[in-house]
């Protein structure tokens, strides 16, 4: 932990359809609490998808210090690739031959370097938060938002595959993944998230699985060891709770400079299912077909082609693998 200005100028981007139309309905009492408890404090409410990043790149640009996101981990998402102007993909990753995501130059521009990030969690899934201990609600995620502990934050990136099979390229800050997670989040954004995180996930997960076949990957960890094997899903974790609270990558840390890989191999869709229940208590790690790397860096290509493996960021479903997946170390700073 470090300490910050209690008194930064503030920019909140709120998401009005998080959480079900949570932050929308909540809204009146969300501003009276933002306003007392920070001494100058605006905000804009976001009006599409990747609008939240065009708010926070823009109010940093005018001079705001920190920027807060109020949504889900989408919206923390967006406001966070904000923070940096936009890479371009063509620099960053190039797509080889082999089928390779190649890394090239990922040197990052951030808009403020001194900038914090903040979050008042009011999302369906609510993942990240569990990372940073933000729990309580919306009252103590402003209370303490008004504090000067900081933390530093490490920043994962990522160059895929969008849907025109074009390079794409950008980055996230809780949890990256390439298989059947990204079809469970397509499906869990394409439909009516008012059950809570848990059962909309539960339901996007079933719906999932009836279309579902496991993919062919080779694994590339750190430009070292090489794997080769049949995948339900595999995770690329910053932090260590995906999918409406699933422990999916117990001892992740978001700081140590390093991501942490969770590869669910060649799993029958009736042993995926028994071990459902286990990932939300992070017992999965024990099943045999289940194995847990750290690296730095995580390229994956497809050995057969499948209209299935997408890429799954922070909870928002932008492309398809291949891909490869990076970390920025200690690249943001977060209001703990």
């Known amino acids: 932990m470090s300490e910050h200005s209690a008194h930064l100028r503030t920019f909140v ?17 969300l501003e009276r609490l933002l306003r007392a408890n920070l001494p100058e404090v605006d905000f804009a409410f976001t009006e599409g998808p990747g609008h939240a990043t065009l708010l926070a790149r823009e109010a940093l640009r005018t001079g705001w210090e920190m920027v807060v996101a109020v949504g889900g981990d989408g919206t923390l998402n967006e406001v966070a690739n904000g923070f940096f102007e936009r890479p371009d993909a063509s620099t960053c990753y190039a797509l080889d031959d082999e089928g390779w995501v190649r890394r090239l130059d990922l040197s990052l521009k951030p808009v403020n370097p001194e900038a914090v990030l903040g979050l008042v969690p009011l ?36 160059g895929f595959l969008d849907a025109r099979d074009r390079i794409a ?12 997670s990204g079809l469970v989040d397509a499906m869990a954004n394409s439909t009516w998230k008012g059950l ?6 539960t339901l996007a997960t079933a719906r999932a699985f009836a279309r579902w076949k496991n993919i062919e990957v080779e694994l590339r960890l750190d430009n070292t060891a090489e794997l080769r094997e049949r995948v339900l ?15 999916v990558a117990p001892g992740a840390e978001l700081d140590d400079g390093k991501l942490q890989v969770i590869v669910m191999g060649d799993l029958s869709k009736t042993q995926a299912m028994r071990m459902f229940t286990d990932i939300y208590k992070g017992k999965h790690l024990s099943h045999r077909n289940v194995g847990r790397h750290r690296a730095r ?29 990076n970390v920025h170390a200690g690249a943001m700073t977060f209001k703990a």
């Open 233 to 247: 899903d595999l995770v690329v974790a910053n932090g260590e709770y995906f999918g409406g609270g699933m422990w």
């Open 123 to 158: 999302g369906t899934g609510g993942d990240f938060r569990r990372s940073v201990g933000l729990m309580a609600g919306a009252p103590e995620a402003i209370e303490r938002l008004r504090g000067r502990e900081t933390r530093s934050l490490d920043l994962g990136q990522v």
């Open 196 to 201: 809570g995180g848990r059962a909309s996930f």
């Open 297 to 325: 860096q995580v390229a994956v290509r497809l050995i057969k082609s499948s209209p299935n493996a997408l890429v799954d960021l922070d909870g928002e479903q932008p492309g398809k693998l291949p891909a490869t997946f």
């Open 169 to 180: 390229t950008r980055y996230f800050v809780n949890i990256a993944s390439g298989g059947i």
């Open 13 to 29: 981007v709120a998401n009005p359809v998080a959480g079900a139309g949570q932050v929308k309905e909540d809204w009146p009492l």
